[in-house]
């Protein structure tokens, strides 16, 4: 038992006290609050902008830095660059002149009155859609939904009358010109069916007016192609299809 007590005596046995742990934990505490000031002193100090040193040196620029000077040479040679004076207006590089609309609309009206092959030539829609709408609107109001058949027979009389031309003219025709005439001459049938409104037109009054607007719109078409195709002497030749075409929507109007 005695070489027992001897040997713990031994083991236990240190140079190592309390008062030294408490001493080491005192310096580290001291060190870690020399070190967290010493970072508080670097975060708070500004630190300075890198600057190039050629921003430095002074240069002979005596303009405005960012806002370079304007050359007026450069851009009164620059082709690209056009007054908005110059420019045409909206509505004609949309292919719609109001001057024209009416002088055609006055055509068909009167067709008597000698057209204008220059103006009639013109690929023009804005007067056939207006009418198209306008007919299908008329004969609603008639009580006959005929929207489908207007459009239908429309395009269809537009491709057979612009077949028949290009057979019978030398110089050819545009389709867009074919269904700008024929819309056009579409104006008396608006006529025909506006009168469908308000009576009807199921008799012999209603007879003799129907063939009056195919004759008028016939004839005012027939004169506008010629004049514009320079097909002298062939009218009625281009007249009777055209009656054709405008007889269906005289039936359409009718019953």
Not at 115 to 121: E, L, V, W, Y
Request: charged share 10%; net charge negative; glycine share 8%.
């Amino acid at each position: 038992m005695s070489n027992l007590g001897q040997f713990d005596s031994d083991f236990y046995q240190s140079n190592y006290t309390i008062d030294n742990q408490d001493q080491s934990s005192e310096d580290s505490n001291a060190y870690g609050n020399l070190y967290g000031s010493r970072q508080q002193q670097a975060s708070e100090q500004p630190q300075a902008a890198f600057v190039p040193q050629e921003m430095l040196m002074s240069s002979g620029y005596e303009g405005q830095f960012f806002q370079p000077a304007s050359n007026p040479d450069y851009y009164s040679q620059s082709s690209y660059i056009d007054s908005f004076d110059e420019e045409p207006p909206l509505l004609e590089e949309l292919g719609i002149n109001f001057n024209h609309i009416w002088q055609k609309t006055l055509t068909v009206l009167n067709p008597l009155k000698p057209a204008d092959g220059s103006i009639m030539n013109e690929t023009d829609l804005t007067g056939p859609i207006l009418f198209c709408v306008t007919l299908g609107a008329t004969l609603l109001l008639a009580g006959k939904v005929q929207f489908g058949y207007v459009y239908g027979m429309s395009a269809i009389g537009c491709l057979g009358i612009h077949t028949l031309l290009n057979l019978m003219s030398s110089s050819g025709v545009s389709y867009g010109c074919v269904a700008s005439v024929l819309g056009y001459c579409l104006l008396p049938m608006v006529i025909l069916s506006s009168c469908a409104i308000f009576f009807s037109l199921q008799g012999t009054f209603g007879t003799v007016l129907a063939l009056v607007i195919i004759g008028w719109c016939s004839l005012s078409a027939s004169k506008i192609f010629i004049s514009a195709l320079n097909m002298e002497g062939q009218q009625l030749l281009i007249a009777y299809p055209c009656a054709l075409l405008y007889g269906l929507f005289a039936l359409l109007t009718v019953f």
